[in-house]
């Protein structure tokens, strides 16, 4: 039977998939200049050849439309190069918040600009730049998934402060931007300026929380473009790194080390195919981070602690890989030699496909294991067609291979946007699995979520399933044997004028049961917000659950209190207090899981005593107690890091690092190590622009690790973390050549 197009139209329209465009969605024609514009003429205020000239920014907060505290002007132009966007914000020079940081550092604790562009004006993916007054850069990719601030590009930005505010000019190459293979293009875009103290930001053309969750729906036309191309687009990145480093040997008596020089050189490579699809070669990658992971807790951890991705093969164009379940978690792949990937649109298409290796299950091996030194085989496949406006279906698939054992995932998803704020997402995922020994089994999981936003009210209720056998090997999936469903809901009051920029209540929670009927979990969890001005948040929770963990009941409650604030220009604050019930998941031998008193306490402040110096300082405290015992300490664990960063200039830095981290158990009632570590982590970092960069860097590990020969284990943990336990010298370079 055919179809008629028609009613297909009247059935799309009814779920608000076709939604009809807005008459009155402001556009803007940005015109052509055969002399480009430079940041002294904006300084200066020299005439330039012809710009497009926009002044009427609106107030996204704390007001919905109304007009922007501080005058703000934005001026956009073109050649057949580049786009000129420069911003002059008008503001009391003693009340701007501005330092010199280093790239993609924390610009948002200043003020900052913001221009979003999207190129293929399909109102679900946006390239983000951003600059705060000194012209310090943060680009990002925004789509349905939320913020991709891995993204790295070449661009350009100055900044100044000036007598009556400060100006911005940027400079973006379309060789740094992927769009239609088309003569003439209309692109959406949104201008942006936030002013921090007042928790302020103002937007052209005006976007409201009201229509959310559609945000780049409601960017304005940007058009006038014509001729336009990326041109030749080839990009080559070689590197070399040079490492020394000495590691303690805890195996053999004494205190033996080995010492192991590396030197690695390599090239990341990059082809643009007709301005959209991006392929990405890669000859002995570069997959190091120079980064630290920030400090989490890990101890008495029930499920796996999620750290986020930094290595630079895997970040850039990430958000083509995310669905509603994670099944693609890059970390997964740990020690890769070659990649491949391919990104990009091609109409209302979409497709990622990544192939790659990894070495390291083989070379974790013992050498008379006949896997030893072999390799795993990893590819995925991500396909999506979009629907209408806002909405999509799309495909994953992902396979590793490691000797005779192998695992595939398949998963459909959707993402269907109806009315003016709701949406529904959805996935269906079978894997297959093959274990080393000829095991084989099937499993299944799927997930499905209801969500409406808008300025004051906000609700999810979402369904969560994974079967006893599902299992994927790439990605992040905590725990199988689950049924679960949820939901939470807040309310926002939005007083005008006021010092209070919103409060409201939430309510979240959720029941879980397993797939024999029994529920496993259940949880409520009433709280309470204040969000003020000067960045200032207070967030009062209160939790009330139940878990069955190895067959015991376990009735629990919790409270917690979170702060926040930015008052002052030199000094940011946080703090939070957490008292409650916790299990204690690993008992010591002869005991039983058993609940105890929880506290745990976290305190930071980040200080800017200049425009050029951070100190950073985060303690996170946490411990548990146990009742039946006398309210005897179960354990303490004690993390500690101090971070300071001078930058010299934009391009110059030094870092320095010092991280404590202490677990301090009774070995009577939970099975813990007693450990104690202290870290030292150095690092120069000359950052031209992304992909040319030079870093030198140094790091020094120390534990509480005692050699004893007499005794076996010949390694003991006491006393004070003196005994070095490595250290590694290491220098990078990296060139980036744009053809």
Same mark, same amino acid.
């Given at each position: 039977?055919?179809?008629?197009?028609?009613?297909?139209?009247?059935?799309? !329209?009814?779920?608000?998939?076709y939604?009809?465009v807005a008459q009155d969605?402001p556009?803007?024609?940005?015109?052509?200049v055969?002399?480009?514009?430079?940041?002294?003429?904006?300084?200066? /205020? *020299?005439?330039?050849?012809?710009?497009?000239?926009?002044?009427?920014?609106?107030?996204?907060d704390?007001?919905?439309?109304?007009?922007?505290?501080?005058?703000?002007?934005?001026?956009?132009?073109?050649d057949?190069?580049?786009?000129?966007?420069?911003?002059?914000?008008?503001?009391?020079?003693?009340?701007?918040r !501005?330092h010199?940081?280093k790239?993609?550092?924390?610009?948002?604790?200043?003020?900052?600009v913001?221009?979003s562009?999207?190129?293929f004006?399909?109102h679900?993916r946006?390239?983000?730049?951003? #600059?705060?007054?000194?012209?310090i850069?943060m680009? =990002?990719?925004h789509?349905?998934?939320?913020?991709?601030?891995?993204f790295?590009?070449l661009?350009?930005?100055?900044g /100044?402060?000036t007598s009556?505010g400060?100006?911005?000019?940027m400079?973006?190459?379309?060789?740094? &931007?992927?769009?239609?293979?088309?003569? *003439?293009?209309t692109w959406?875009i949104?201008?942006?300026?936030?002013?921090?103290r007042?928790?302020?930001?103002?937007?052209?053309?005006h976007?409201?929380?009201?229509?959310?969750?559609?945000?780049?729906g409601?960017?304005?036309h940007l058009n006038?473009?014509a001729?336009?191309s990326?041109?030749?687009?080839f990009?080559?990145?070689?590197y070399?790194?040079?490492?020394?480093?000495?590691?303690?040997?805890?195996?053999?008596p004494?205190?033996?080390?080995?010492?192991?020089?590396d030197?690695r050189?390599?090239?990341?490579?990059?082809?643009?195919?007709?301005?959209?699809l *991006?392929?990405?070669?890669?000859?002995?990658p $570069?997959?190091?981070q120079?980064?630290?992971?920030? @400090?989490?807790?890990?101890?008495?951890?029930?499920?796996e602690?999620?750290f986020?991705?930094?290595?630079?093969f895997?970040?850039?164009?990430?958000?083509?890989?995310?669905t509603?379940?994670?099944?693609?978690?890059?970390?997964?792949?740990?020690?890769?030699?070659?990649? &491949?990937?391919?990104?990009?649109?091609?109409?209302r298409?979409?497709?990622?496909?990544?192939?790659?290796?990894?070495?390291?299950?083989?070379?974790?091996?013992?050498?008379?294991?006949?896997? =030893?030194?072999?390799?795993?085989?990893?590819?995925?496949?991500?396909?999506y067609?979009?629907?209408?406006?806002?909405?999509?279906?799309g495909?994953?698939?992902?396979?590793?291979?490691?000797?005779?054992?192998?695992?595939?995932?398949?998963?459909?998803?959707?993402?269907? /946007?109806?009315?003016t704020?709701?949406t529904?997402?959805?996935?269906l995922?079978?894997?297959?699995t093959?274990t080393l020994?000829?095991?084989?089994?099937?499993?299944a999981?799927?997930?499905?979520?209801l969500?409406?936003?808008?300025?004051?009210?906000?609700?999810?209720?979402y369904?969560?399933?994974?079967? @006893?056998?599902?299992e994927?090997?790439?990605?992040?999936?905590?725990r199988?044997?689950?049924?679960?469903?949820?939901?939470d809901?807040?309310y926002?009051?939005?007083?005008?004028?006021?010092?209070?920029?919103?409060?409201?209540?939430?309510?979240?929670?959720?029941? *879980?049961?397993?797939y024999?009927?029994?529920?496993?979990?259940?949880? #409520?969890?009433?709280?309470?917000?204040?969000?003020l001005?000067?960045?200032?948040?207070?967030?009062?929770?209160?939790?009330?659950?139940?878990?069955r963990?190895?067959?015991i009941?376990?009735?629990?409650?919790?409270s917690s209190v979170?702060?926040?604030?930015?008052?002052l220009?030199w000094?940011a604050?946080?703090?939070?207090?957490?008292? +409650?019930?916790?299990?204690?998941?690993?008992?010591?031998?002869?005991?039983?899981?058993f609940?105890?008193?929880?506290?745990?306490?976290?305190?930071?402040?980040?200080?800017?005593?200049?425009a050029?110096l951070?100190v950073?300082e985060?303690?996170?405290?946490?411990?548990? #107690?146990?009742?039946?015992?006398?309210? #005897?300490?179960?354990?303490?664990?004690h993390?500690?890091?101090s971070?300071?960063?001078?930058?010299?200039?934009?391009?110059?830095?030094?870092r320095?690092i010092i991280?404590?981290? !202490?677990v301090?158990?009774n070995?009577?009632?939970?099975?813990?190590e007693?450990t104690?570590?202290?870290?030292?982590?150095? &690092?120069?970092t000359y950052?031209?622009?992304?992909g040319?960069?030079? =870093?030198v860097?140094?790091?020094d590990?120390?534990?509480?690790?005692?050699?004893d020969?007499?005794?076996?284990?010949?390694?003991?943990?006491?006393?004070?973390? $003196?005994t070095?336990? +490595?250290r590694?010298?290491?220098?990078?370079?990296? =060139?980036?050549?744009?053809?």
């Amino acid at each position: 039977m055919i179809l008629n197009r028609r009613w297909l139209s009247v059935v799309f !329209a009814a779920f608000g998939l076709y939604p009809a465009v807005a008459q009155d969605t402001p556009a803007g024609r940005i015109p052509m200049v055969s002399r480009p514009p430079k940041f002294e003429d904006f300084l200066n /205020k *020299t005439p330039r050849e012809a710009e497009l000239t926009i002044t009427d920014f609106r107030q996204f907060d704390p007001g919905d439309g109304d007009p922007i505290s501080r005058p703000t002007t934005t001026y956009l132009s073109y050649d057949q190069k580049n786009i000129y966007v420069a911003f002059d914000c008008k503001d009391d020079p003693a009340k701007i918040r !501005a330092h010199i940081t280093k790239r993609d550092a924390s610009i948002f604790s200043d003020d900052w600009v913001d221009v979003s562009i999207d190129t293929f004006h399909d109102h679900r993916r946006n390239f983000g730049f951003s #600059a705060n007054p000194y012209g310090i850069q943060m680009d =990002y990719i925004h789509s349905d998934s939320g913020d991709d601030d891995s993204f790295d590009t070449l661009w350009y930005s100055e900044g /100044k402060l000036t007598s009556d505010g400060y100006i911005v000019f940027m400079t973006i190459p379309f060789k740094s &931007l992927r769009f239609p293979h088309t003569s *003439t293009q209309t692109w959406g875009i949104l201008l942006s300026r936030f002013i921090l103290r007042n928790n302020e930001s103002g937007t052209w053309p005006h976007v409201t929380r009201r229509l959310l969750p559609s945000w780049t729906g409601q960017f304005g036309h940007l058009n006038g473009l014509a001729n336009i191309s990326p041109g030749r687009n080839f990009q080559f990145i070689p590197y070399g790194m040079f490492s020394a480093a000495r590691n303690l040997d805890s195996t053999i008596p004494g205190l033996n080390y080995s010492n192991d020089k590396d030197a690695r050189a390599g090239v990341d490579a990059k082809m643009i195919l007709r301005d959209a699809l *991006t392929f990405d070669m890669t000859v002995n990658p $570069d997959f190091s981070q120079v980064e630290s992971d920030s @400090p989490q807790v890990t101890v008495n951890q029930r499920y796996e602690v999620f750290f986020p991705e930094k290595r630079p093969f895997f970040i850039e164009n990430a958000d083509f890989f995310q669905t509603p379940e994670n099944l693609f978690f890059s970390r997964r792949i740990m020690d890769p030699q070659v990649g &491949l990937r391919m990104t990009g649109k091609l109409g209302r298409w979409g497709v990622g496909a990544l192939a790659t290796d990894d070495r390291a299950e083989g070379k974790m091996r013992a050498p008379d294991d006949p896997y =030893y030194e072999d390799r795993a085989g990893i590819g995925v496949l991500r396909i999506y067609r979009e629907l209408g406006k806002e909405s999509r279906i799309g495909m994953l698939a992902t396979s590793r291979d490691f000797g005779s054992s192998s695992n595939r995932i398949l998963a459909i998803d959707t993402r269907l /946007k109806f009315g003016t704020n709701w949406t529904a997402t959805g996935q269906l995922i079978a894997s297959r699995t093959r274990t080393l020994s000829g095991r084989r089994y099937d499993g299944a999981a799927g997930y499905a979520r209801l969500s409406r936003s808008g300025r004051k009210f906000h609700m999810n209720t979402y369904y969560q399933d994974h079967s @006893p056998d599902f299992e994927t090997d790439l990605g992040f999936i905590q725990r199988v044997n689950m049924r679960e469903t949820g939901y939470d809901m807040g309310y926002s009051w939005r007083p005008e004028k006021s010092k209070v920029v919103s409060f409201g209540p939430h309510i979240a929670g959720s029941v *879980t049961w397993d797939y024999s009927g029994t529920m496993t979990d259940w949880k #409520a969890n009433p709280s309470f917000m204040f969000e003020l001005t000067r960045m200032t948040n207070i967030f009062i929770g209160h939790t009330e659950s139940f878990e069955r963990f190895d067959g015991i009941d376990f009735r629990k409650s919790y409270s917690s209190v979170d702060f926040s604030t930015e008052w002052l220009r030199w000094l940011a604050f946080n703090a939070s207090i957490g008292r +409650g019930d916790r299990i204690n998941y690993y008992p010591a031998g002869g005991l039983r899981p058993f609940l105890a008193r929880s506290f745990d306490n976290t305190f930071g402040f980040t200080l800017k005593p200049s425009a050029r110096l951070n100190v950073n300082e985060t303690y996170l405290y946490s411990r548990l #107690a146990s009742p039946q015992h006398s309210d #005897a300490s179960i354990f303490n664990n004690h993390i500690f890091r101090s971070k300071v960063n001078y930058q010299f200039s934009r391009e110059f830095s030094l870092r320095a690092i010092i991280d404590y981290n !202490a677990v301090l158990p009774n070995s009577s009632l939970v099975y813990l190590e007693h450990t104690k570590r202290l870290g030292l982590d150095f &690092l120069f970092t000359y950052l031209l622009h992304p992909g040319t960069a030079v =870093y030198v860097g140094y790091t020094d590990n120390y534990e509480n690790m005692h050699m004893d020969p007499r005794v076996s284990p010949y390694m003991q943990r006491n006393g004070l973390p $003196d005994t070095s336990a +490595g250290r590694q010298f290491f220098v990078k370079l990296s =060139y980036l050549l744009r053809m």
